[in-house]
């Protein structure tokens, strides 16, 4: 079984405001795309859509790994990650990957993502460290049944999610919109540094640097 991984990273990361997509930002002198690189060095494929100064992400993505398929969204601008998905998804025909350019996995995610991933079965991800806007996942049973802004839970939507590429639409809507009309669907407990804000950068370097064991994959 094949295994592709498609990576939403065309957007402007303006709650950051580093001027930089997100992917592009170091973390203790490795871009987040780095890490990705190496969490996800078992997939067959990655694809990776971009948008914003696509050039230079193009040229920084290849020189670490050349075998990474880019997928324009050239309306980066006015679009959402569930159109840059539909747009990386194009030909796959089958289940892929989907995870957000802007997060550092950690070691022992990428693997049970693999792991998963082979047990050929949709799952949606999940994280127990709740984010500042978190969109809250009911989780009974093993299965995320539910999103909510209002409703809380002891989990959030962690923009992973491996899913057959059929249920994608190119609709201006949030990605786990789309993924309500399929619920329930697996929950996997993933451990990841979302960065979306200033504050998100400083508390993934003060975590790489405590756990290095975890994420950092050039010790």
């Excluded at 089958?94 to 079965?121: H, P, Q, S, V, W």
């Excluded at 057959?164 to 786990?176: I, Q």
């Excluded at 756990?211 to 010790?219: A, G, L, T």
């Amino acid at each position: 079984m094949k295994k592709t991984v498609v990576i939403a990273a065309a957007g402007r990361g303006n709650r950051l405001g580093a001027g930089l997509p997100k992917c592009l930002i170091e973390v203790n002198g490795h871009a987040v795309f780095e890490y990705q690189m190496k969490a996800l060095r078992w997939a067959d494929e990655i694809r990776m859509v971009v948008g914003y100064r696509a050039e230079e992400v193009i040229r920084r993505v290849s020189a670490v790994n050349d075998k990474v398929v880019f997928v324009w969204n050239r309306d980066y601008a006015k679009t959402t990650t569930l159109q840059s998905n539909f747009l990386g998804a194009e030909g796959i025909g089958e289940k892929a990957l989907f995870i957000d350019g802007d997060m550092l996995l950690c070691r022992g995610t990428g693997e049970e993502l693999c792991r998963r991933y082979e047990e050929n079965e949709c799952f949606i991800g999940v994280s127990r460290e709740l984010s500042q806007e978190p969109v809250y996942a009911g989780v009974e049973g093993g299965y995320v049944r539910w999103f909510s802004y209002e409703k809380p839970s002891s989990y959030e939507w962690a923009n992973v999610a491996l899913i057959d590429t059929k249920m994608l639409e190119y609709a201006h809507t949030h990605f786990y919109v789309q993924l309500e009309k399929y619920l329930p669907l697996l929950s996997l407990e993933v451990e990841r540094l979302e960065i979306d804000t200033r504050e998100d950068f400083l508390y993934a370097e003060q975590t790489v640097r405590k756990c290095p064991e975890k994420y950092d994959f050039w010790r």
